[in-house]
């Protein structure tokens, strides 16, 4: 069990421009999750998938974000001409296939837009 | 919609003492699963303990318990013999399998410091 591994760790962008996280889950989680967390806050759930399959979307996920996982593995967000209020900590998670199951949190992106 | 508040934002223990973390919430569902995270500075979050609510027992680990009260929809964190390790941001969650939703939906946490 590496853990969640989620790239880069910082980003600062100029408003406008678009920018791409990627998360590796744990390898034999078919579950996988994108939460967004602003200061003071808990985190808000974004989006999920059942290996790569798009399950869920918040109604936070504006048209300007966008979630892939291609094979089931690895999962990229993708903001397009970002705003100001994107500003947050982007966080991935991933677990095994119940309920009660616990997510596994990675470090987490924090993005900066300017 | 599901909601929880954690109404403490802040709390402080001594070493080696106990502190007791509040967490309410509200649903209308009868199946549901409760948790307890813990966010380090700078660190990832991680699992403290979880309560199904189907099961009457208060779920322990270790030196962390809960006092889950379905009724009153309301499940508090009690961390016994704090230490320093144990300080971290702490938030309370709540998931539901009815519905069919994935979303684990979090409070807006609590700091807890230990003082030495």
């Known amino acids: 069990d590496t853990g969640v591994s989620q790239n880069p760790r910082h980003k600062i962008t100029k408003r406008g421009q678009n920018v791409t996280f990627r998360c590796d889950p744990i390898?034999?989680?078919?579950?996988l999750y994108w939460y967004r967390q602003t200061l003071g806050q808990g985190p808000e759930f974004l989006t999920y998938?059942?290996?790569?399959?798009?399950?869920?979307k918040s109604r936070l996920l504006s048209d300007r974000f966008s979630a892939e996982r291609p094979k089931g593995s690895f999962s990229t967000l993708e903001i397009q001409r970002t705003e100001q209020g994107d500003s947050a900590m982007y966080l991935c998670?991933?677990?095994?296939?119940?309920?009660?199951?616990?997510?596994?949190f990675g470090n987490g992106t924090r993005l900066t837009v300017t | 919609a599901q909601t929880v508040t954690q109404s403490q934002p802040e709390m402080s223990v001594q070493e080696a003492e106990t502190v007791t973390l509040s967490c309410t919430y509200d649903?209308?569902?009868?199946?549901?699963?409760l948790f307890w995270y813990k966010q380090p500075p700078s660190r990832q979050m991680i699992l403290v303990i979880r309560?199904?609510?189907?099961?009457?027992q208060n779920a322990t680990e270790n030196r962390f318990s809960v006092n889950f009260q379905k009724a009153a929809k309301s499940f508090s964190l009690k961390i016994s013999d704090s230490q320093l390790g144990d300080a971290a941001m702490y938030f309370c969650?709540?998931?539901?399998?009815?519905?069919?939703?994935?979303?684990?939906?979090f409070g807006k946490g609590m700091k807890l410091t230990v003082n030495p």
């Open positions: 998938f059942q290996n790569e399959a798009q399950l869920e």
């Open positions: 390898s034999e989680h078919n579950r």
């Open positions: 969650a709540y998931r539901s399998p009815q519905g069919g939703s994935e979303k684990l939906v």
């Open positions: 998670a991933s677990s095994r296939g119940s309920y009660n199951s616990p997510l596994h």
């Open positions: 649903t209308s569902e009868s199946d549901y699963y």
């Open positions: 309560q199904e609510a189907y099961k009457q």
